[in-house]
C-alpha cells in the first residue's frame, strides 16, 4: 500500500521568498515520488521526479526537491517565488513497477507581491 | 506535436443519464488512466488500462466502465450518471513502466443536474 499526505493544503510566500511545500509519504515497495503542478483550469504538468538517482531533484522553473528516506518525505523548494508559480502542487507516488500513481491532496500556493 | 486531449471540456447533465467522456493520445502510449479531481482529495483513478483489449478498476471505479479498442483511445463512460459524480475528469497516458510519468489531458468539467 502507499499514500501520500501534504502537510499543508494553504500556503502563501511574498515575491521573492523561499518556498517550501510539505509532503511526506508511505510506500511498500522502493517508490517513485514526483510532483505535479496545476494552474487554474489547466491540466497537470510535471515539476520533477525521484527515481533512485540523485537524491536532490531538480525540475522546471527553479523548483528542486529532496528525497529523505528516513524522514520519508519529500518536499518541494524554490529559493524565491514568482507571481506565476500560483498554483495548486501535488505530490505523487508510485511503486517501482507498479503503474498507477497515488496523489496527495494538493497544496495550493499563494504568492502575494 | 504529440498531445493527450479530452472531449468535451464542459458537459451538464442529468441524472440517469449515459455519459460518454473522450480521452485520446498521439504519443503512441500503451498505458492510459483515469482520474476524477474533487476538492480535499487530489485525484483518485477510476480506471486503467495497459493496452489493447485491458482494462482495470482503480480506487472509485464504480459507476463508471472504459474500453480499449485501439492505442489512442480510452473513453470513460458513466452508465447513469449520479450528483456525486460530478467532477473535473483528468485523462493520462505513460509510455515508460519504470519511470512512470504520466502526461495529462486539460480535463472534462462534468455536471450532473
Known amino acids: 500500500a502507499q499514500s501520500v499526505t501534504q502537510l499543508d493544503s494553504h500556503v502563501s510566500v511574498s515575491e521573492g521568498t523561499p518556498v517550501l511545500l510539505r509532503c511526506n509519504y508511505s510506500?511498500?515497495?522502493?517508490?517513485?515520488l514526483f510532483w505535479y503542478v496545476q494552474h487554474p483550469n489547466k491540466g497537470l504538468q510535471l515539476l520533477l521526479k525521484?527515481?533512485?538517482?540523485?537524491?536532490l531533484v531538480k525540475g522546471i522553473n527553479g523548483f528542486e526537491a529532496e528525497f529523505k528516506k528516513s524522514e520519508t518525505s519529500f518536499h518541494l523548494t524554490k529559493p524565491s517565488a514568482h507571481m506565476s508559480d500560483a498554483a495548486e502542487y501535488f505530490c505523487?507516488?508510485?511503486?517501482?513497477?507498479?503503474?498507477?500513481?497515488?496523489f496527495g491532496s494538493g497544496t495550493r500556493l499563494q504568492v502575494q507581491p | 506535436d504529440a498531445e493527450i486531449t479530452q472531449s468535451p471540456r464542459h458537459k451538464i447533465t442529468e441524472t440517469g443519464r449515459q455519459v460518454t467522456l473522450a480521452c485520446h493520445q498521439t504519443?503512441?502510449?500503451?498505458?492510459m488512466f483515469w482520474y476524477r479531481q474533487d476538492l480535499g482529495h487530489g485525484l483518485r483513478l477510476i480506471h486503467y488500462?495497459?493496452?489493447?483489449?485491458?482494462?482495470n478498476k482503480g480506487e472509485v471505479s464504480d459507476g463508471y466502465s472504459v474500453s480499449r479498442s485501439n492505442t489512442e483511445d480510452l473513453p470513460l463512460t458513466l452508465e447513469s450518471a449520479a450528483s456525486s459524480q460530478t467532477s473535473v475528469y483528468f485523462c493520462?497516458?505513460?509510455?515508460?513502466?519504470?519511470?512512470?510519468?504520466?502526461?495529462f489531458g486539460a480535463g472534462t468539467r462534468l455536471s450532473v443536474l
Open positions: 493520462a497516458s505513460s509510455e515508460d513502466r519504470s519511470k512512470n510519468i504520466q502526461y
Open positions: 510506500s511498500s515497495y522502493s517508490p517513485s
Open positions: 525521484y527515481t533512485s538517482a540523485a537524491t
Open positions: 505523487v507516488v508510485s511503486a517501482k513497477g507498479r503503474r498507477a500513481l497515488t
Open positions: 504519443w503512441n502510449h500503451n498505458n
Open positions: 488500462s495497459y493496452g489493447v483489449q485491458d482494462t
